[in-house]
């Protein structure tokens, strides 16, 4: 009996002994399983990225040859004075509008086109002034639209040009009236952060470095553009 006895307590003594190399070996198992999950998961992701990369490059090289084409072949290209143009993402999908202004001494018009497959006009606006350095643009990110002023009979007009579901709206900010003793300002929207976003844009001194740049629209420019 003693001997049984004594075979089973080593047995026992010799369990307890292994017991920390059993928890050794299964911590050393985990280490292993999350190392080599996270360089898959690694692995994963920057494959991911490239191929987004990829994917976005190439969506880009689609649209700009369908805006590039589209120039060249502008039908009312010679229609007034001047034709600019002008990429801008206008609603922040990550495709940028082709936004084209014309004018002449009379009249100026700003057209607005995008891509789905195709080139397609988005909308247009229209206003006696618009090819007079009156569209600007914000440095602010949360205001990616067109900030514009026109005026005429002594009152000065202010609005806000943006794409909402592949749409051109525009939206009367604010006015100042000159044509009494002394100028009156009035609020036409509710929007007062567009309202303020407006009145610091024109009101800034240095106005040169946030007019909407356009490039004539001729072969050479295009080149550039699209080069």
Known sequence: M????????CLFLNMFRLIPE????????????WGTLII?????????TYENGKSIKQTENIYMKAYEAY???????????????????????????????????ADGILKVYSYDNR??????????KIGISAIRISENPE??????????????????LEVREKRLVYEDLWYIDRTGASP????????????????????????VGNILDTVL????????MFQ
């Open 184 to 207: 009156y300002q009035s609020n036409v929207s509710d929007n007062e952060v567009l309202i303020r976003e407006s009145m610091n844009i024109f009101s800034d001194d240095d106005y």
């Open 217 to 224: 629209i001729n072969d050479e420019n295009i080149d550039k």
């Open 143 to 160: 205001f990616p639209g067109l900030f514009n002023q026109w005026w005429g009979g002594g009152v000065e007009h202010y609005g806000y």
């Open 71 to 105: 120039l060249r072949s502008f039908p009312e290209r010679n229609d007034y004075k001047y034709s600019g143009v002008v990429l801008r993402d206008l609603d922040k999908n990550g495709v940028p509008e082709l936004i084209m202004i014309q004018a002449d001494e």
């Open 119 to 128: 080139v397609y006009k988005i909308g247009e606006y229209s206003d006696p």
């Open 22 to 33: 059993i928890r050794s070996m299964r911590k050393n198992r985990l280490l292993i399983f």
């Open 2 to 9: 003693e001997t049984k006895f004594g075979s089973i307590h």
């Open 40 to 48: 898959l998961l690694i692995g994963i992701l920057i494959k991911k």
